[in-house]
């Protein structure tokens, strides 16, 4: 197992696979880099280098006490990518993963960055605010920060029916996606649960898209539970010089780990890094 020490001591976790040109891939909340499982041999077996971390307080990371806000995350995510010495790197980001990227070129710019994707990414803002009346009200997320406070093992599995789409009649998620999901939730510290929820839902990432120099992909489902699409991607591409958008119809939030999603994505990621 592997590990980086960062600047405060905190110990994050990452795993390698394959040779290449750097993937590095940022999971969700409340997840970790179990959750890119897929992705990771498909990029590894085309002839790439996939790179994914546990975020701090995450997986196999250290339980840090301090440190679950944006900035830190991204810096966490430079001190991986200076201590491994990776350069004209593919930044891929999910949901929270996808603000930490972009808090990433925000802070650290595109010198180590050749291409970055945002898959069902929390940025611009989820938060309703009177900049962003189109958000997510805060009662939202303090339901969510009550339910991890008081029962987050089942709120773990209660999260896993949107998050998959599993609460549509039409959906075909299996019990095993779903007992996978609460799994790695598990491993979350509960400090690292409840404060991440402000930094992914709070924080404005509006001037960190700004700052995207580089070729980027927004993907989304249009059936997000978790992140609507039209508070995130379709207001990111607004943003971000010439993205590209990809819709994916009847999609859910977790679509990189279910079928026929996860086929689709991983097409669409493959020729994106490849051109």
């Keep these: 197992m592997a590990y980086i020490t960062t600047t405060d001591d905190t110990e994050i976790f990452y795993k390698i696979a394959g040779t290449g040109q750097p993937v590095v891939f940022s999971h969700g909340w409340p997840l970790n880099a179990d959750a890119w499982e897929d992705q990771i041999r498909l990029v590894a077996e085309h002839g790439y280098r996939a790179v994914a971390h546990d975020r701090r307080g995450h997986g196999r990371s250290g339980q840090a006490w301090n440190g679950h806000d944006m900035d830190t995350y991204a ?49 611009p803002l989820m938060l309703k605010t009177d900049a962003n009346p189109d958000g997510t009200p805060m009662k939202a997320f303090d339901d969510i920060r009550n339910s991890v406070e008081a029962d987050r093992a089942q ?24 007992d996978a999901f609460w799994l790695w939730s598990m491993q979350v510290g509960l400090k690292a649960a409840y404060d991440c929820v402000k930094a992914f839902s709070e924080t404005d990432f509006t001037e960190d898209l700004r700052c995207f120099d580089i070729p980027t992909m927004v993907a989304h489902g249009d059936a997000d539970q978790i992140v609507p699409i039209n508070d995130a991607a379709m207001k990111t591409v607004e943003i971000i010089p010439n993205a590209t958008l990809k819709v994916y119809p009847g999609a859910p939030h977790g679509l990189a780990n279910i079928n026929p999603f996860k086929d689709q994505f991983n097409q669409d990621l493959m020729t994106f890094i490849a051109t």
């Excluded at 990433?104 to 291409?115: C, D, E, L, M, N």
């Design 155 to 178: 709120y773990w599995k209660d999260l896993a029916q949107p998050f998959y789409g599993a609460n549509r009649p039409e959906a075909s998620v299996s019990q095993g996606i779903r």
């Design 75 to 123: 810096d966490d995510l430079a001190q991986v990518m200076d201590a491994l010495d990776l350069r004209d790197a593919i930044l891929v980001g999910h949901s929270t993963g996808g603000g930490e990227v972009a808090r990433y070129i925000g802070r650290h710019g595109t010198s180590r960055v050749a291409k970055a994707v945002l898959l069902g990414a929390v940025p």
